[in-house]
């Protein structure tokens, strides 16, 4: 019994560690600087937005191009993430109808996968910081919870979107209204002080921004943020963590019908 139980533990291993590489060399599959765009792409986007956004922002903003890195790359890899997930079913149509595997295997390995492009851009983060001589704290290296904390939303968001995209085909074009309409409010390339006060209130509630927010504090300021934002962003990933597991554990059996 016990045998039975390591050997299938090593092939979800073995299985989600292909699907890793299969996820990560697909998205460059058709790019002639490949993995190179995962540094590229955040970094001229960075440089673009601070040319038209640095100056204006300049007396809110100490760091524009740390600030905005920030943001932008947990926006990032919560919407492709989040998108990689929801579309994880039915890219691996083939592979459930042939071989009986743990279905959610297919999407933890999507967002394992853009969570290594995550990391690559964390390298970015850490060059630019040095080449604007921004200061390193040691408060920073608690980054890693808000990192944590949005992680477990991406999964239980993930396990939500992937069912639900199986049932409905148009959800992923909503979802499409819907990431763009969270970059606006998630104030990646602008400061939140700038929002008027009612709107304001209610994009802090956004746990997007609430994770972008922490990061920021503690790279940039240097200053843990209150006890109470943790709790809030935490409550936000157990629960949609929590609602994930039990939908995708209760339709999972149906989703090769409606591939």
Not at 71 to 95: P, Q
Not at 189 to 210: D, G, H, S, T
Not at 224 to 235: A, N
Not at 248 to 255: P, V
């Amino acid at each position: 019994m016990n045998l039975n139980m390591l050997k299938k533990g090593t092939s979800e291993y073995f299985l989600l560690k292909q699907l890793v590489k299969k996820n990560f060399s697909a998205k460059y599959k058709d790019s002639v600087l490949g993995i190179l765009w995962s540094f590229l792409n955040p970094l001229l986007t960075m440089i673009a937005l601070t040319i038209i956004f640095g100056a204006l922002f300049k007396r809110n903003i100490e760091n524009f191009p740390v600030f905005f890195l920030i943001g932008r790359c947990l926006y990032d890899y919560f919407t492709s993430g989040t998108k990689i997930a929801m579309n994880s079913l039915k890219s691996n149509k083939g592979i459930l109808e042939r071989i009986h595997v743990p279905k959610y295997i297919f999407a933890f390995g999507g967002i394992a996968s853009e969570f290594v492009n995550y990391l690559i851009t964390i390298i970015i983060l850490l060059a630019v910081m040095i080449a604007t001589s921004a200061p390193f704290y040691l408060v920073s290296l608690c980054s890693i919870i808000p990192i944590v904390t949005l992680t477990l939303i991406i999964i239980g968001a993930g396990l939500i979107l992937a069912i639900g995209a199986s049932y409905f085909t148009d959800i992923k074009y909503l979802y499409n209204v819907f990431t763009m309409i969270l970059m606006y409010a998630s104030a990646i390339f602008y400061p939140i002080e700038v929002v008027p006060m009612p709107f304001r209130k209610y994009m802090e509630l956004n746990p997007i921004y609430a994770c972008i927010a922490q990061m920021r504090q503690m790279v940039l300021s240097g200053t843990l943020p209150p006890l109470s934002s943790f709790l809030y962003t935490l409550v936000w990933a157990i629960g949609l963590l929590i609602v994930g597991i039990l939908i995708f554990r209760k339709y999972q059996k149906k989703i090769i019908r409606q591939l």
